[in-house]
């Protein structure tokens, strides 16, 4: 306890429990009247009596109650069992009074009519309450009196419905029961059981008296008021609570806790602030008002703010209406104070108590609420107040929140929203131990934000701040200044992850502020400092990596700090070097930590945990980040959990396919971005299977895709080029090209070429890829070319082909079924041998034979000239459809009850393609018996819907929008793949990855429905069966050929898909609406177009009005005037800005008019009687190149399809003829008309009138299809005798031929046109001439204008251009100069290669500003100049780049410049010099620009059309006011005029997902050179010797591999050649070439001939044997290891050292020899001894163990045949042989000697008898062994091979089969002096026996490497001398 506390605990503590108990104290004792009193404890019980009731009698009963339920029933009236048919009028009927949420509801129902009365509150206050309710059955009033309140009453709907109410309640016939507190279990009533006490049960039986209640039936109730705490007390010191069922103890201020008070060690609990507590009062169902309520803990912090309580709620409070009661109870510590509140509606207590609670000292907190009082207690101390509101109830949400929470509602009273940072204990809410709870696992107390409670009262620090998910960041401003420091910890398990980045601002060399930025990385787990110096230039990174692993999972402390311009980063105390970055250097604004604000890759985020933040030496409380974060800042996705950092990686290994793990907070992320996958763990598949694929799926573009042949298999995804849209029996497929190495044209066959083996390298395939596409496509085909001039081609003999898959192929296009040799079908036209430049060509369609893979070229061996040649092309390899998705597999619906029962959807992915023209249909429906079910419903015209419902779970239900219609008529692929966690739905381009319950496996265990349905069910949603097609099924794992379940019988299905709108029947753009039966064509255009098929067209009469004097159409229609209300229907294309279209009238002068003015609109006139009505319609864009079509009726007018309704009258004359109708009318044309009435005519002036008949302009331009009503004018015909009309629309602005933004001009008639440049910046007849130039230093342009109105006087001006130069020397340039000759003001602008510099004069006043850069690297710059008054702004930067470079501003005077009126570009000439400043005039300061200049434009007026261009006036040849000085100004183009704010990349259509990742991919380079050229053969070539070779071998071979380079002699010859023994590569040889490196290949072979004849005779010098052993111990063909070999002397040798004396180990030709070895047991092979006599086992020598037994190894081989260790191989082998005969013979092995051979022993070696069968394969041809890898390639054989004794093992019967012989001269090792010479030639012996040797090279002691053997059988014996 605080020793602070002033008041004494136990003292208030005694003071607040006595002011509690009387606040609880009974104020009702129990009755004394026990018979009248019943207590009800248990279910089900109750009590009942059956009334005497009468038709007169009103109803009554009065009781009292008291519990501590807020729901019970206290009674209910019930009828027994009734006879419906004697009472026909009654349904049902109840009469009953419950307590409800605390409330009394008294609900009177008969039949449909109920009535309720709620009324009090809180009355489960275990107090005791009376209820009276009387009815009166007279009048239907019901009356209910509550306790000592105003009696509540209320008219009954019955008695209002009824107007006999006896005649339904007739209680003389029907019988009933009151029940008390319950009911019987035969009553269907819901009710709640009464836990309590009733007492004073009375029930009025006569009239105006009441009864008491004698109970017929007593179930389970008890007599009088059972207090359980009377009877036993178990609370000790604690009060106890009657609860009627059991006692509860209340341990409230005993500083105990315990369920009887029994522990005096009460619960402490430590929160961290992120973590919190609740507690749960009630259950919503037993949610109720309460007018006494107690809240009190004990809290201990040193933390200013927290919150303590937070409990809110509203409740309704009437019967009648809703009508919310809101209250709420909240304290919190706030700035060191206690803040409590409590609210009773709109009446708010509130009080702050204490100071400086936040002492990290214990504190008490009581809050008492009594009906209208509140009173607070903080350390006793207390503070009462009243609320004033009647209604002084609080209705709390059924929980309460201590010590925090999440998600806190806006409520007055919460002065702070973050957690409790702190200890708690002795929480109590009313008489409930909250902790206590809690350690008792009560569910009621629960503890959130983190999964471990800290019980004890321990000290809060190291709070961390949770980023849980990759995109979550704190984001901090307002940071300025060139000191900056922060330091954090962190703790992560991610490797790749930003941490920290900040802006910074440096200075540039030209004294500019440069913005950049700093960023700290995890870089493969190390910490890394990123500086950028320019975020918006491309500037280089500067990073720097520190050696420490902070991906550990453990905290890591990180310092960044900038002091004078450096800045330097440690982490755990290791430091990078600091990095200069300028003096001038600061931060500048914002600090971002887990993220930046720059663009990353996905997951590039940390994730992990963040603590200790200190920034400018200031600490960031979490708590209060998480709260509010600082001004500025904001937080995203943080978290406080206690940092619960799990690196689920390490447990969960779920990404496939090379997907990166990454740990998140709950589980795993996957990285897929590097891999070709996508989804949850990168298990789809990210790219098509090939370019078909792409194009079913909606890409229409051709160009470069990704596509993954296998899918998700194993083979990676490779570019290739799709060409879009290729035909094929009339549908359209995505082709797949794939290129190969091989040029077009390649000679293959000559007069001086061998015999050669081609073979191709095809572009990012291999023999895998290709095969998977070959066979996936329905149609592949490749194109194959022969070219030749007296070169047969010989297919099958001289030529051939080779398939990938190794299939010969001997034919060239189309071939017959025999596949004969021949060029389609055909003999081959080379095959003649003419002198006739001949060619054989054809695509090869054999899919199973495609690709080509190699080529086969023979030589001709009787060419007729010199310059007989061959080429051969082959083209790539194209491949389209699918064969499983091919539209002649597909079924078609015709009905839309039509459907196919297939076998159900067991496992694997489901796809289909449907096409349709309806809006809504049942695609495809999966039923199963268990009730679950997968379907795909048509939704709208532009989606699907994907449904899957397991378990009575719909785990899916996900709607695809299409990017256009689905009712199209095309088709359209729906897709489901499936995986444990996600399901990815496609439909044609789109695909959406969708999360899902976890499941291993879904199944259908029904029928698959295709197409429709065969029965009605609610899952159907009544949608339509489909009406169209569907091909290219698969599920299962496989394709389903849905053909072969249609038969003949079906109704409504047909085999194959046969839209009649394809090919498409409509004409003239009709979009065709399938019927399946039939088509329906609907025309686009309803006016021009009309027949079954719209081919009809109108408008294809068309004409030409070239606006001469005669050019109109002048046509008398019709004797019919009312033809002139008929619809008009034309449409016209013209550029005229006002003209006449059209004149109709009659004869009595009615008319109407259509004509152009101001170039936007059309007039329409009519006259109404004798007056003249129009009205304008605006046309967009009416004088453009397009046609525009006019429909006209009487009310409105259509242009285009935009309707506007002529609101003119329309009465027509009828009679009264009159020459002058209109006379008080202006008529634009007034036709000739007659004095007298003319009979009735119709007649209509088109495109123009006669002379003198109107003053408006002719029509010149096109008209077509003029209609009236169903008359069509044929304007073709009727032009035939006019010259200004012509047939057809001969316009000459077909397209823009005018260039850069120039208008065409039509010049109808003639089909020409003209330019008109004025909007464009260009010049020229098409406005091609860009209006530049290029200044040579000596010329310039020279240009006067006069400017007129405002542009006389301005202080507004503005001006740019573009320059491009290489300025070297130091003097200035100038660009240009505006100037007034008058008044001598000027503006010029001029260049030197450190800045651009304007200057402006004014009278006597000078203004310069300049602009530092380097303007002079030979890229194109734009500058720019404007005024404002007196602000003068400036920029200049490279052309791409000025809109986004900033101003820069020099204030001048706003004085305006008058009469400029002169603008040199280019430089000055020498008469303006003198008037300006002196150095102008100094050719050695100032000279003129050397460059080019474009697009000079000045305006003296802002917003004026005035403006002047010299540039393009020059250009213009209007050089009226324009003089050039110097030489002449040729065109340039400084700059690229395409638009470069795009990247200018090829355009190609790539396939995407919901984005597209590779949108913008280009085919890589692809640097392989050209193809293998093998030489197989001499050819046309013999006599030209073979190059020197390289040679290399392995053990086993077939070929010698040669290679050579030969000089190229000509661009057609094949380049880099391989020879083959036997067969040969090479590639393009001259002659000449081949002559020069065969001869000195055969110089070289001599050589080696007469090298190898020498040290033959020289090594046979050594080789002398004697029969007799003289001075040698023992002599062998080969010396003993670590011998040296010595000439035959009869002098005994020197001394040796180091003898080597063999152990077992050492020789692998032990196994060879004795077979497989035995399994040891103790060390000893079985049935073996030690090797070694007693005598010398103990001696030592040098030994080495590799694989034989331990005892075998440690000592050396004794062999007892020379009686003395084995010093060689053969020794060895022959005392293991010698010991195995001895095993045989059953005798002892160290007793046993063999028996002398060859002369009483004498004879060591005999090399007439004694053979070699083991010997080191020294050939002399050396072998190399190639494998064949799974994917055809060849690869030699590796050292690194299995170990050679398990090979020689297994070879053990081949062994002694072939090495019978006992004799063995291998040896085990070779001394270094005894090196035999690779190329001496060796004579074998005449083969008598084919016997097995072994090459032991690279085994074990083998100077090369560890190897196996390899056998090798020969003819003979290879025998050495």
């Given at each position: ?101 605390g ?6 129902n ?42 509540t ?41 009464f ?19 004698s ?25 106890c ?13 005993l ?90 509606g ?35 101390t ?30 007055l ?84 992850a ?21 960023e ?9 400092l ?111 959990d ?31 971005s ?23 799926s909606?890409?229409r ?27 094929t ?65 010989g ?57 080509i ?46 459907f ?107 029928y ?51 839209p ?22 609907t ?19 068309v ?19 009312l ?20 004149y ?38 009416i ?26 009258a ?141 542009a006389?006087?301005?202080n ?14 130091g ?62 702004w ?11 470079s ?7 005077t706003?004085?305006?410049?008058e ?5 040199l ?114 050819g ?30 000509t ?24 002559l ?14 007469l ?13 002398t ?26 002098a ?24 497989s070895s035995?399994?040891?047991q ?12 007693a ?21 050396p ?25 001895a ?63 398990k ?33 001496e ?13 072994y ?7 083998s ?11 020969v003819e ?6």
């Amino acid at each position: 306890m605080d020793q602070r506390n002033p008041v004494c605990p136990s003292l208030w503590g005694i003071l607040l429990f006595f002011i509690w108990t009387i606040g609880y104290v009974d104020p009702v004792t129990t009755s004394t009247n026990p018979t009248s009193t019943w207590t009800f404890s248990k279910d089900q019980s109750y009590l009942a009596f059956s009334p005497n009731l009468t038709l007169e009698q009103d109803q009554q009963i009065i009781l009292s109650f008291r519990t501590r339920s807020p729901n019970g029933l206290l009674f209910c009236h019930l009828l027994e069992h009734f006879n419906q048919s004697f009472h026909p009028l009654l349904e049902n009927y109840h009469f009953c009074a419950e307590l409800s949420h605390g409330y009394l509801q008294v609900k009177y129902n008969l039949n449909q009519n109920s009535d309720v009365i709620k009324l009090g509150r809180a009355l489960n206050d275990d107090s005791w309450h009376t209820v009276d309710i009387f009815l009166n059955t007279k009048t239907g009033e019901l009356q209910v009196s509550f306790d000592d309140f105003l009696t509540t009453s209320r008219y009954l709907r019955a008695y209002t419905q009824y107007l006999d109410i006896k005649s339904i309640l007739d209680w003389t016939r029907l019988k009933s029961v009151v029940s008390f507190a319950g009911l019987s279990p035969s009553v269907s009533i819901e009710y709640h059981q009464f836990i309590g006490c009733l007492q004073s049960l009375k029930y009025r039986e006569l009239i105006e008296v009441t009864w008491e209640v004698s109970p017929s039936i007593i179930m389970q109730a008890e007599s009088g008021c059972r207090d359980l705490c009377q009877e036993e007390n178990p609370c000790g010191e604690g009060r106890c609570i009657n609860l009627y069922t059991s006692v509860h103890c209340d341990c409230f201020s005993l500083d105990r806790e315990g369920e009887k008070c029994q522990d005096t060690t009460v619960t402490e609990i430590t929160l961290h602030g992120y973590e919190w507590l609740t507690y749960q009062l009630y259950t919503e169902e037993d949610r109720t008002l309460r007018d006494r309520n107690r809240f009190s803990l004990q809290f201990k912090s040193d933390r200013g703010s927290g919150v303590l309580l937070y409990a809110v709620g509203s409740t309704d409070m009437s019967d009648n209406r809703m009508e919310q009661h809101h209250s709420h109870l909240i304290a919190s510590v706030h700035q060191g104070k206690v803040k409590a509140s409590v609210a009773f509606g709109d009446d708010i207590l509130e009080q702050t108590m204490g100071l400086g609670v936040d002492d990290n000292r214990w504190h008490n907190l009581t809050i008492v609420h009594e009906k209208v009082k509140v009173e607070f207690y903080l350390d006793g101390t207390p503070y009462i107040h009243e609320t004033v509101n009647d209604m002084y109830y609080l209705g709390l949400d059924p929980h309460i929140y201590i010590g925090g929470g999440e998600s806190f509602v806006q409520t007055l009273g919460l002065q702070v929203r973050q957690n409790f940072a702190g200890c708690l204990k002795n929480i109590f809410v009313n008489d409930h131990s909250i902790l206590y709870e809690l350690r008792s696992n009560f569910s009621t107390s629960q503890l959130h934000g983190n999964t471990e409670i800290q019980y004890g009262c321990h000290r809060v620090d190291n709070i961390p701040l949770t980023f849980p998910r990759s995109r979550s960041i704190l984001f901090l401003s307002g940071y300025y200044g060139s000191t900056f420091s922060i330091q954090l910890e962190f703790r992560t398990v991610r490797e790749m992850a930003i941490l920290l980045s900040t802006d910074i601002q440096t200075i540039d060399s030209y004294g500019y502020p440069v913005k950049g930025y700093f960023e700290v990385w995890i870089n493969g787990s190390l910490p890394m400092l990123k500086f950028v110096r320019s975020m918006y230039q491309n500037t280089a990174a500067n990073t720097s990596l520190l050696p420490v692993n902070v991906s550990n999972n453990k905290w890591h402390t990180l310092s960044f700090n900038l002091k004078q311009g450096q800045v330097k980063i440690s982490v755990d105390n290791l430091s990078l070097p600091s990095l200069f970055i300028g003096n001038d250097s600061q931060i500048y604004n914002n600090i971002e930590i887990g993220y930046g604000h720059r663009i990353y890759e996905d997951f590039i985020g940390f994730v992990g945990c963040i603590r200790n933040i200190v920034i400018q030496g200031h600490f960031l409380d979490p708590i209060n980040l998480m709260e509010s974060a600082p001004s500025g800042g904001f937080h995203r996705g943080l978290i406080l959990d206690g940092c619960h950092l799990v690196d689920h990686c390490r447990t969960h290994q779920h990404c496939r396919n090379g997907g990166r793990c990454l740990s998140d907070w709950d589980g795993v992320t996957c990285d897929c971005s590097s891999s070709a996958y996508q989804g949850k763990y990168c298990q789809f598949a990210r790219y098509r299977s090939s370019c078909d694929s792409y194009y079913q799926s909606g890409w229409r573009s051709s160009g470069v895709y990704v596509i993954d042949v296998d899918g998700s298999g194993p083979v990676e995804p490779t570019y290739v080029t799709c060409q879009m849209g290729i035909s094929t029996d009339g549908d359209y497929y995505g082709q797949t090209v794939v290129e190969h190495n091989l040029s077009n044209q390649t000679i293959v066959r000559g007069t001086t070429l061998p015999d050669l083996m081609i073979r191709l390298t095809y572009r990012e395939m291999g023999f895998v890829e290709l095969q998977k596409l070959t066979k996936m496509s329905a149609w592949c085909e490749q194109y194959v070319q022969y070219t030749c001039l007296n070169a047969p081609i010989g297919l099958g003999n001289l030529t051939s082909f080779k398939s990938v898959d190794g299939t010969v192929v001997q034919y060239i296009g189309d071939v017959d079924q025999t596949l004969s040799p021949g060029c389609n079908k055909r003999l081959c036209n080379c095959d003649s041998e003419d002198l006739v430049t001949r060619e054989d060509s054809g695509y090869n369609r054999i899919t199973s034979q495609l690709p080509i893979k190699e080529i086969t070229v023979y030589q001709f061996t009787d060419f007729k000239t010199p310059d007989s040649k061959g080429f051969l092309t082959i083209g790539p390899l194209k491949c389209w459809g699918n064969k499983e998705s091919l539209t002649l597999s597909a079924v078609t619906f015709v009905t839309e009850d039509s459907f196919l029962q297939l076998p159900g959807w067991v496992y694997g992915d489901m796809e289909f393609s449907f096409r349709t023209h309806q809006t809504s249909a049942l695609l495809m429906y999966q039923s199963s018996f268990s009730g679950d079910w997968f379907k795909v419903t048509l939704d709208l015209e532009d989606s699907i819907r994907i449904e899957i419902y397991i378990k009575e779970n719909l785990i899916l239900s996900e709607t695809l929008d299409a990017d256009k219609s689905l009712n199209d008529g095309d088709w359209h692929r729906v897709t489901l793949e499936l995986s444990s966690h996600e399901v990815r739905c496609g439909l044609d381009s789109k695909r959406k990855i969708v999360s899902i319950p976890f499941h291993s496996n879904i199944t259908f265990d029904g029928y698959l429905y295709l197409g429709g349905k065969m029965y009605s069910s609610e899952s159907y949603e009544n949608l339509p069966g489909l009406t169209g097609c569907v091909k290219g099924l698969v599920y299962n794992g496989r394709p389903r050929n849905l053909i072969h379940d249609v038969y003949d019988d079906m109704l409504g299905i047909q085999s194959g898909c046969r839209p009649h709108c394809s090919p498409d029947p409509c004409q003239n753009g009709g979009h065709c609406v399938e019927k399946w039966n039939d088509y329906q064509c609907t025309c686009t255009n309803k006016w021009a177009h009309s027949g079954h098929s719209c081919e009809i067209n109108i408008n294809e009469n068309v004409v030409t009005i070239t606006g001469e004097q005669a050019a109109y159409f002048d046509l008398r229609i019709s004797s019919n005037p009312l033809e002139m209300e008929n619809r008009i229907i034309f449409s016209f294309h013209t550029q005229v800005r006002e003209a006449l279209i059209f004149y109709m009238y009659d004869e009595l002068n009615n008319f109407i008019q259509l004509e152009v003015v101001e170039g936007k609109k059309l007039r329409f006139s009519r006259n109404n009687f004798r007056q003249i009505f129009y009205t304008d319609i605006e046309v967009p864009g009416i004088t453009e190149p397009t046609w525009k079509q006019v429909v006209l009726d009487p009310s409105k007018i259509n242009i285009d399809g935009k309707i506007t309704y002529l609101n003119l009258a329309n009465n027509k004359l009828e009679s009264g003829y009159s020459s002058n109708p209109f006379a008080n009318e202006v008529e634009t044309v007034k036709p000739t008309r007659m004095k007298e009435k003319q009979p009735p005519f119709l007649r209509i002036y088109l495109g123009g009138t006669p002379a003198n008949v109107t003053e408006l302009d002719k029509f010149q331009g096109c008209m077509r299809g003029f209609k009236i009503g169903d008359r069509l004018i044929d304007l073709q015909k009727n032009s035939e005798s006019n010259t200004g009309l012509k047939k057809g629309c001969k316009a000459g602005c077909t397209k823009n031929w005018c260039l850069n933004g120039g208008y065409c001009i039509e010049r109808w008639g003639d089909g020409d046109y003209e330019c008109d440049c004025s909007r464009s910046k260009f010049a020229g007849e098409r406005c091609q001439l860009e209006a530049s130039g290029i200044f040579s230093g000596q010329s310039g342009v020279h240009y006067h204008f006069t400017p007129s109105g405002q542009a006389a006087r301005t202080n507004t001006e503005q001006f740019s251009f573009i320059f491009k130069t290489n300025c070297t020397e130091g003097k200035t340039m100038v660009l240009l100069l505006i100037f007034s000759k008058e008044r001598k003001d000027y503006i010029v602008i001029s260049l030197s290669n450190k800045f651009v510099r304007a200057l402006l004069k004014q009278g006597n006043n000078l203004f310069e500003e300049k602009l530092k850069g380097s303007f002079c690297d030979g890229t194109a710059h734009k500058f720019e100049y404007k005024r404002e008054n007196e602000e003068m702004w400036i920029r200049a930067a490279e052309i791409h780049s000025v809109d986004r470079s900033p101003w820069r501003k020099k204030f001048t005077t706003s004085t305006q410049l008058e009469d400029m009126d002169t603008l040199l570009v280019g430089g000055l000439i020498p008469s303006l010099t003198e008037m300006m400043e002196p150095k102008y005039g100094n050719p050695n300061l100032t000279v003129n620009f050397t460059g080019c200049i474009s697009d000079v434009n000045y305006k003296p007026v802002r917003g004026d059309s005035f403006e002047v261009q010299p540039l393009k006036q020059l250009r213009d040849l209007k050089n009226g006011s324009l003089t050039v000085y110097g030489p002449q100004v040729p065109q340039c183009s400084p700059v690229d005029y395409d638009d470069h704010s795009v990247t200018t990349t090829s355009t190609v259509n790539v396939p995407t997902t919901t984005a597209n990742p590779l949108s913008g991919i280009t085919m890589p380079p692809w640097d392989v050179g050209s193809p293998n050229f093998y030489i197989i053969g001499i050819g046309n070539n013999g006599t030209t010797p073979l190059p020197p070779t390289t040679t290399t071998s392995t053990a086993t071979t077939t070929a010698v591999v040669t290679t050579a380079v030969y000089l190229l002699t000509t661009d057609e010859e094949p380049r880099n050649i391989t020879l083959l023994v036997g067969k040969i590569t090479t590639e393009n040889v001259s002659s000449m070439t081949i002559l020069i490196v065969s001869t000195l290949v055969a110089l070289l072979c001599l050589i080696a001939i007469l090298i190898a004849i020498v040290m033959r005779r020289m090594r046979t010098r050594y080789v002398t044997y004697d029969v007799r052993k003289k001075y040698f111990d023992d002599f062998e063909l080969k010396e003993p290891l670590n011998h040296t070999m010595e000439t035959y002397s009869p002098a005994p040798p020197p001394p040796k050292k180091d003898i080597h004396i063999a152990t077992w180990d050492e020789f692998s030709m032990v196994s060879a020899t004795l077979g497989s070895s035995k399994k040891k047991q103790n060390g000893i092979l079985p049935g073996k001894v030690n090797t070694l006599p007693a005598d010398v086992r103990n001696l030592e020598y040098p030994v080495q163990t590799t694989f034989l037994p331990d005892d075998s190894t440690k000592y050396p081989v004794y062999n007892r045949k020379k009686n003395r260790p084995a010093s060689s191989i053969s020794e060895v082998l022959e005392e293991m042989e010698r010991q195995q005969r001895a095993k045989e013979l059953g005798a002892d092995p160290d007793q046993y000697e063999e028996p002398k051979s060859h002369g009483e022993g004498d004879l060591e070696w005999d090399p007439l008898v004694d053979h070699t069968p083991l010997t080191m394969g020294i050939h002399d041809t050396i072998y190399e062994t190639q494998d064949e890898d799974s994917d055809g390639k060849s690869r030699a054989t590796s050292c690194e091979s299995e170990d050679p004794l398990k090979v020689l093992e297994q070879q053990q019967d081949l062994l002694h089969e072939y090495n019978a012989d006992s004799g063995y001269e291998a040896e085990s090792q070779r001394n270094g002096d005894d090196d035999l010479d690779l190329n001496e030639s060796l004579t074998p012996p005449t083969p008598d026996s084919s016997k097995l040797y072994y090459d032991i090279t690279g085994v074990e002691g083998s100077p090369q490497c560890t190897s196996t053997p390899h056998k090798i059988i020969v003819e003979s014996e290879e025998q050495f001398v």
